[in-house]
């Protein structure tokens, strides 16, 4: 598999503590390129805490990371970040266009402005999500659901080969739920690769075709036909995993 | 494009600059009459010093207030003033030398506050909180000494303490002048980056920028806009001085450069009046009254800015509570009528009522009088126009349902679910016509 596909994300011996204590531990993943992988874990698993410590927001206590080959440093502009919606004071005095301009920040280096340029990229960015008609609307005044397509669209812009999305799934309504779905199919289809802290195990199988099921350690990583087995979801999970599927991967558990 | 007219928007931050413009104008005859203020030298001076302070304060105190580190400010202010006292002892009384010494402790304080943030558990209030009193106790006890030394005391260091405005002289508006636009141009330059980092710093340090190089620079011009403001408005309120322009100025508008613009207008007019009324006589410390007219400006501002002051949102409650009252008395009706047979029948007024209490008489009121509703003895008949009204209202939301259903289906544009509006006033009149298919397939 290694030998056709190149990976797109490698990490090695990955490990963040906060007071001695592994937040995530000995993390090893191999993600290829042009998957579109769900992390999937219970609360407190580190899903989000690993998506930081590749992008290394936060130190590293130990390990390596690879991003077609090549350390953080140097692939930056391969990479793509949707943080988690709350993360930010979503009363910033701005506008939508703005926040999806600051997409283009990166790429404009030290002291140039956006222009007409970054203008338009943006604003079909915006199309893709759906909010061609909220361009101009203050970004106090978005649903949360809204929100989530501007952090989308922001990152869309980046133009990326390797996505980050820190559950962009997380309490949104349908319609954007079904916008972020079509993205990632779109995104595959152009061969990027995509990265999704994930909370709904009913969705995974739908939505993903590689799995990482990660508590603090990586349980199992890989096609989401292979490993996503109420065996290994078990594993992650612990006993009190209630999720029930399909006969054939219950099979496979057992 | 350009030509475009101006959004309501800019016309409010226009107008709200054009008002505090026609008010500092207007003090002056009135300062005069109050106040018996003279125009000398001196107080035009003073004047300049206190308008151009505010100016930079209150462009970069925009931030301070958008990063949560309003107290921040509050202790980076009180720890300039044992740097203050060490600079005198080291150097004499220049200001320059005062200010730079003010400049190095306040900044020495923020590094430690980071360093305690970074290694220690302590929280950011306690770490404050912490080198704010140890800091200022610091700066007390060595004013103290310097009083004891022979000569010094004549140094007015006290000064530094509340601020003095009348011991502005022209050398030091031109020192904070040339200092001030070193800052502001920096504040220009940098201007996406500490935008960027201000919002969101996950997403900047992902996209590369060095978060905490931009971070450290952000608050270095933080603490050189305090250092500037010390002499007039003093270690301990200028923290007022600091954060009050750009909290009202968040008031008045949703754009980050809008909001800089005008709380630096809104300071020059704090740091001008307040300095100009302290100036009548030295004993009047310049902080206290620069904030009293600061806050005069967060009071109005809170109260009566479009949008978010309190006026506007207890206003448009109002408005919201009416519109919804109407739309749900028109449902309530129409729901009784279709389940007791023709869209004529009467409905008592005792169920109407029942329903929906004060909110329902509310409705009723402005249905009756738009013409939608009559009244005869004690009971409601919906008018012809009625109950179109309330078709066209069940026909949305029948609308609104098939679009939930189908929109991925029908390939329709994405919309939030404002179920509260007519569909029809949203969505094009083409996809309006795909949903409309729908319901002749589903007549249900």
């Given at each position: 598999?290694?030998?056709?596909?190149?990976?797109?994300?490698?990490?090695?011996?990955?490990?963040?503590?906060y007071h001695?204590?592994?937040?995530?531990?000995?993390?090893?993943?191999?993600?290829?390129?042009?998957?579109?992988?769900?992390?999937?874990?219970?609360?407190?698993?580190?899903?989000?805490?690993?998506?930081?410590?590749?992008?290394?927001?936060i130190p590293?206590?130990?390990?390596?990371?690879?991003?077609?080959?090549?350390?953080?440093?140097?692939?930056?502009?391969?990479?793509?970040?949707?943080?988690?919606?709350?993360?930010?004071?979503?009363?910033?005095?701005?506008?939508?266009?703005?926040?999806?301009?600051?997409?283009?920040?990166?790429?404009?280096?030290?002291?140039?402005?956006?222009?007409?340029?970054?203008?338009?990229?943006?604003?079909?960015?915006?199309?893709?999500?759906?909010?061609?008609?909220?361009?101009?609307?203050?970004?106090?005044?978005?649903?949360?659901?809204?929100?989530?397509?501007?952090?989308?669209?922001?990152?869309?812009?980046?133009?990326?080969?390797?996505?980050?999305?820190?559950?962009?799934?997380?309490?949104?309504?349908?319609?954007?739920?079904?916008?972020?779905?079509?993205?990632?199919?779109?995104?595959?289809?152009?061969?990027?690769?995509?990265?999704?802290?994930?909370?709904?195990?009913?969705?995974?199988?739908?939505?993903?075709?590689?799995?990482?099921?990660?508590?603090?350690?990586?349980?199992?990583?890989?096609?989401?036909?292979?490993?996503?087995?109420?065996?290994?979801?078990?594993?992650?999970?612990?006993?009190?995993?209630?999720?029930?599927?399909?006969?054939?991967?219950?099979?496979?558990?057992? | 494009?350009?030509?475009?007219?101006?959004?309501?928007?800019?016309?409010?931050?226009?107008?709200?600059?054009?008002?505090?413009?026609?008010?500092?104008?207007?003090?002056?005859?009135?300062?005069?009459?109050?106040?018996?203020?003279?125009?000398?030298?001196?107080?035009?001076?003073?004047?300049?010093?206190?308008?151009?302070?505010?100016?930079?304060s209150?462009?970069l105190g925009?931030f301070a207030v958008?990063r949560r580190e309003s107290l921040m400010g509050d202790a980076l202010s009180h720890a300039a003033l044992p740097g203050v006292a060490v600079a005198f002892l080291l150097?004499?009384?220049?200001?320059?030398v005062l200010l730079i010494g003010a400049g190095i402790a306040s900044w020495i304080a923020l590094r430690f506050i980071s360093a305690l943030l970074g290694t220690t558990r302590l929280k950011q209030d306690a770490a404050m909180g912490i080198v704010l009193a140890s800091w200022f106790a610091g700066g007390i006890a060595l004013l103290?000494y310097?009083?004891?030394?022979?000569?010094?005391?004549?140094?007015?260091?006290?000064?530094f303490i509340?601020?003095?405005?009348?011991?502005?002289?022209?050398?030091?508006?031109?020192?904070?002048?040339?200092?001030?636009?070193?800052v502001?141009?920096?504040?220009?330059?940098?201007?996406?980056?500490?935008?960027?980092v201000t919002?969101?710093m996950?997403?900047?340090?992902?996209?590369?920028?060095q978060v905490g190089l931009i971070n450290t620079l952000l608050s270095t011009l933080i603490v050189i806009a305090i250092v500037l403001g010390l002499?007039?408005?003093g270690v301990i309120l200028m923290v007022?001085?600091l954060i009050?322009?750009?909290?009202?100025?968040?008031?008045?508008?949703?754009?980050?450069?809008?909001?800089?613009?005008?709380?630096?207008?809104?300071?020059?007019?704090?740091?001008?009046?307040?300095?100009?009324?302290?100036?009548?006589?030295?004993?009047?410390?310049?902080?206290?009254?620069?904030?009293?007219?600061?806050?005069?400006?967060?009071?109005?501002?809170?109260?009566?800015?479009?949008?978010?002051?309190?006026?506007?949102?207890?206003?448009?409650?109002?408005?919201?509570?009416?519109?919804?009252?109407?739309?749900?008395?028109?449902?309530?009706?129409?729901?009784?009528?279709?389940?007791?047979?023709?869209?004529?029948?009467?409905?008592?007024?005792?169920?109407?009522?029942?329903?929906?209490?004060?909110?329902?008489?509310?409705?009723?009121?402005?249905?009756?009088?738009?013409?939608?509703?009559?009244?005869?003895?004690?009971?409601?008949?919906?008018?012809?126009?009625?109950?179109?009204?309330?078709?066209?209202?069940?026909?949305?939301?029948?609308?609104?349902?098939?679009?939930?259903?189908?929109?991925?289906?029908?390939?329709?544009?994405?919309?939030?679910?404002?179920?509260?509006?007519?569909?029809?006033?949203?969505?094009?009149?083409?996809?309006?016509?795909?949903?409309?298919?729908?319901?002749?397939?589903?007549?249900?």
């Amino acid at each position: 598999m290694n030998d056709r596909v190149p990976l797109a994300l490698s990490v090695e011996d990955l490990t963040v503590a906060y007071h001695s204590k592994p937040a995530i531990w000995d993390i090893d993943l191999g993600v290829p390129e042009g998957v579109l992988m769900a992390i999937v874990g219970p609360n407190g698993a580190g899903k989000s805490t690993l998506i930081k410590a590749v992008l290394n927001l936060i130190p590293r206590a130990a390990g390596t990371v690879s991003f077609y080959g090549s350390p953080y440093e140097q692939a930056r502009s391969l990479v793509g970040y949707v943080p988690q919606r709350g993360s930010v004071d979503w009363d910033f005095p701005t506008s939508v266009l703005d926040v999806v301009t600051m997409g283009l920040y990166g790429k404009l280096g030290w002291l140039r402005r956006p222009g007409r340029r970054e203008r338009d990229l943006a604003l079909f960015a915006l199309n893709q999500v759906g909010l061609l008609d909220l361009v101009d609307r203050q970004i106090s005044q978005l649903s949360g659901g809204q929100q989530q397509r501007t952090f989308l669209a922001r990152a869309l812009v980046q133009d990326a080969q390797i996505y980050f999305m820190d559950e962009p799934f997380a309490a949104v309504d349908a319609i954007t739920e079904r916008a972020i779905v079509k993205i990632l199919h779109q995104l595959k289809e152009r061969g990027k690769t995509v990265l999704v802290v994930h909370h709904d195990l009913q969705t995974v199988e739908d939505y993903f075709d590689w799995v990482t099921l990660l508590n603090v350690e990586v349980v199992a990583s890989g096609p989401a036909a292979e490993v996503f087995t109420s065996g290994n979801l078990q594993k992650t999970y612990g006993g009190r995993v209630s999720y029930l599927h399909d006969g054939q991967v219950l099979a496979a558990g057992d | 494009m350009k030509l475009k007219s101006m959004s309501a928007e800019d016309k409010r931050v226009w107008l709200a600059i054009a008002g505090i413009v026609v008010l500092g104008i207007c003090f002056l005859p009135i300062g005069q009459w109050l106040f018996g203020i003279r125009y000398t030298y001196t107080v035009r001076v003073v004047a300049l010093g206190g308008s151009i302070l505010g100016v930079i304060s209150g462009a970069l105190g925009c931030f301070a207030v958008l990063r949560r580190e309003s107290l921040m400010g509050d202790a980076l202010s009180h720890a300039a003033l044992p740097g203050v006292a060490v600079a005198f002892l080291l150097a004499g009384r220049d200001l320059g030398v005062l200010l730079i010494g003010a400049g190095i402790a306040s900044w020495i304080a923020l590094r430690f506050i980071s360093a305690l943030l970074g290694t220690t558990r302590l929280k950011q209030d306690a770490a404050m909180g912490i080198v704010l009193a140890s800091w200022f106790a610091g700066g007390i006890a060595l004013l103290a000494y310097i009083q004891s030394i022979p000569d010094a005391s004549q140094a007015g260091l006290d000064r530094f303490i509340f601020g003095q405005a009348a011991a502005i002289i022209e050398s030091d508006v031109l020192l904070i002048s040339g200092v001030g636009a070193a800052v502001l141009l920096t504040l220009a330059l940098f201007w996406k980056e500490f935008k960027l980092v201000t919002f969101d710093m996950g997403f900047a340090g992902a996209n590369g920028f060095q978060v905490g190089l931009i971070n450290t620079l952000l608050s270095t011009l933080i603490v050189i806009a305090i250092v500037l403001g010390l002499q007039l408005a003093g270690v301990i309120l200028m923290v007022g001085m600091l954060i009050a322009p750009g909290i009202a100025a968040r008031q008045w508008t949703q754009k980050l450069n809008h909001m800089v613009i005008l709380a630096a207008v809104f300071g020059a007019f704090a740091g001008g009046v307040g300095a100009v009324i302290s100036a009548i006589d030295a004993d009047i410390p310049t902080g206290p009254m620069i904030i009293v007219v600061a806050f005069s400006l967060v009071l109005a501002s809170i109260t009566l800015a479009p949008g978010r002051g309190l006026l506007w949102s207890s206003w448009r409650r109002r408005l919201d509570s009416r519109r919804f009252a109407r739309q749900n008395a028109l449902r309530d009706l129409y729901r009784y009528v279709l389940s007791h047979g023709s869209p004529g029948t009467p409905v008592p007024d005792a169920f109407i009522r029942g329903i929906g209490d004060r909110s329902a008489a509310l409705g009723l009121a402005q249905l009756l009088s738009a013409g939608l509703v009559e009244l005869t003895g004690d009971s409601w008949r919906l008018t012809d126009t009625g109950i179109e009204a309330a078709r066209r209202d069940a026909h949305s939301l029948q609308l609104w349902d098939l679009y939930r259903l189908y929109a991925d289906d029908l390939d329709l544009p994405l919309l939030g679910e404002d179920r509260h509006l007519d569909i029809r006033d949203v969505l094009p009149a083409d996809a309006i016509g795909q949903l409309e298919a729908m319901t002749e397939q589903r007549p249900n």
